[in-house]
């Protein structure tokens, strides 16, 4: 009976202790599903996280794009704003030697009314003077040759006068 005894008694211990290892393991599997839980959060945490940025980049790139066209339309702008800049210079140059060229004409022409006032005057003054009309010879050639017209009239006089006072 002693080995009987021994016998229940030694499997009760065995019991025990599996029962001790099946409840360690228990707790072990437990604090593992515990683990594996909150690992999975986190890498869920994680993937929302990627999944923004990657929302985030691909905003970024759409703008990046957006941005690297209106780059391209100021660099077209720009080029064009020089092409306009360099017209207009080239215009303003051009109108200046215009200008110029009608200055020179318009004081070649000045001068030959103030010769032809002057011998209008004088061919007129001499006329007065009785000189005859054997004065008038040279501005008649002129006029034949179409270097010069005559307009006879007492407000010339004036004003050229009156030029040349100024």
């Known amino acids: ?47 929302k996280i990627l999944l923004s940025l990657v929302e985030r980049l691909k905003s970024s790139e759409a703008k990046l794009a957006s941005l690297s066209k209106v780059e391209q339309k100021m660099e077209k702008f720009e080029k064009e704003k020089e092409a306009d800049a360099k017209r207009i210079a080239d215009l303003e140059y051009a109108l200046s030697i215009q200008v110029g060229l009608h200055r020179s004409e318009v004081q070649g022409l000045e001068k030959k009314l103030d010769e032809i006032t002057k011998k209008y005057n004088q061919t007129r003054l001499s006329v007065l003077m009785g000189g005859g009309f054997a004065a008038l010879e040279p501005v008649r050639e002129k006029v034949e040759f179409g270097e010069a017209f005559v307009i006879v009239s007492p407000a010339l006089l004036l004003r050229r006068r009156a030029d040349v006072e100024s």
């Open 1 to 47: 009976m002693f080995f009987v005894c021994q016998g229940l008694i030694l499997s009760k211990a065995l019991k025990a202790q599996k029962d001790a290892e099946d409840e360690s393991t228990r707790i072990a599997l437990g604090n593992l599903r515990s683990e594996v839980i909150t690992l999975r959060n986190e890498a869920l945490e994680k993937d």
